[in-house]
């Protein structure tokens, strides 16, 4: 607002300063009369008048486009942070797949205990996001953890007795059961 009165006073004075050389230029060589001073003067008011307005209409699309702008930058960041969950979700079931698939193949027993108990934050990923050296890294946490093995004899969720044992074929109660139910029992033949 001030710099708009500033411009116009300004203008103005302008406008009066090449009116009194205009009158004195006038004087000296010729004369005008009042009325065509004062259609001058009001032409002059009116293209002051048009220009402020033309300013008020850049300032207004300006402002007006500055928040397009925000928006447009808002957007992006909103698309940029959706493009990285979506890179770290797709990196985690790359990763628990890979993981999946190795203990399966070294014969872990839970497999699913084993990427909860791997140090992930420590695999290094290729350019395609795969991650590397991942059995080298469960047979490391097997050798820390070698209950996760499976082996002969070692028990399981579907076989707790990880077989035949002889408490349970000693006892009298299991041997009945089973000679009932027309099943082997060890010592009979």
């Given at each position: ?86 890179q770290q979700s ?100």
């Open positions: 607002m001030a710099d708009e009165a500033k411009s116009q006073v300004d203008n103005e004075s302008a406008a009066q300063d090449a009116a009194k050389q205009t009158a004195s230029a006038q004087t000296s060589e010729e004369t005008f009369d009042a009325e065509y001073v004062r259609k001058l003067r009001a032409e002059a008011a009116d293209y002051r008048k048009r220009l402020r307005d033309l300013e008020g209409r850049v300032k207004t699309e300006e402002e007006t486009r500055m928040p397009e702008q925000e928006r447009l930058q808002k957007k992006t960041k909103e698309l940029e942070q959706q493009v990285t969950q979506y797709l990196r985690e079931r790359t990763l628990r797949y890979e993981v999946m698939l190795a203990a399966s193949k070294l014969g872990i027993v839970d497999p699913d205990a084993a990427f909860r108990l791997l140090d992930t934050a420590s695999l290094e990923f290729d350019d395609n996001g795969q991650p590397k050296d991942v059995e080298r890294a469960l047979k490391a946490l097997l050798s820390n953890k070698p209950y996760l093995a499976a082996g002969a004899g070692h028990a399981s969720a579907t076989n707790p007795a990880g077989g035949t044992s002889k408490a349970i074929n000693g006892d009298p109660m299991i041997l009945a059961a089973r000679r009932a139910a027309g099943l082997p029992v060890e010592g009979d033949k």
